[in-house]
C-alpha cells in the first residue's frame, strides 16, 4: 500500500510540476505584454511567473527520475532563459559600452527640470506657502 501511494504521488508531482510550469509560461509571457506601459504590473507578473517556473521545477523534481523529468527541466530553463532575454537583452537604445548612453541630452533634462519647478510652484501657491 505504501508503494501505492508513493507512486502515485510521484505522478501528482510530475503532473502538477507540468500544469504550474505551462501557466509559469503564461505568466512570463503576459508580463512581455505592453511592459514598457504598465512597468509595476509587468514585473509583478514577471516575479511571479519566476516564482511559479521554481515552484514547478520543485514538484517536477519530487516525480522522481526519468526522461520526462529531464525534458520538462530542460523546458523550463530554455523558456526562463529565452523569455528574459527577449525581456531584458533585447531592449532597443545604445549599446552599453558607448559613453553617455542612457543619459538624455543636457537640453532635454534642463526642460524636464523646469517642468518641475513650474509644478512644484503651482503646489506651493496651491496649498498656501
Not at 28 to 56: P, Q
Not at 81 to 92: I, Q
Amino acid at each position: 500500500m505504501w508503494d501505492q501511494q508513493q507512486a502515485a504521488d510521484r505522478q501528482w508531482s510530475r503532473n502538477a510540476g507540468i500544469v504550474l510550469i505551462a501557466v509559469a509560461t503564461a505568466l512570463l509571457g503576459l508580463s512581455l505584454i505592453r511592459w514598457d506601459a504598465a512597468i509595476v504590473l509587468s514585473n509583478g507578473l514577471l516575479i511571479g511567473g519566476l516564482f511559479t517556473m521554481v515552484g514547478g521545477i520543485g514538484f517536477t523534481i519530487a516525480g522522481g527520475s526519468g526522461v520526462e523529468r529531464f525534458l520538462v527541466l530542460l523546458l523550463a530553463v530554455a523558456i526562463t532563459v529565452g523569455l528574459g532575454f527577449v525581456r531584458f537583452a533585447r531592449r532597443g537604445g545604445a549599446p552599453s559600452g558607448t559613453p553617455g548612453a542612457g543619459v538624455p541630452p543636457a537640453t532635454d533634462l534642463e526642460a524636464r527640470v523646469a517642468v518641475l519647478e513650474a509644478k512644484l510652484q503651482d503646489l506651493r501657491r496651491a496649498l498656501g506657502g
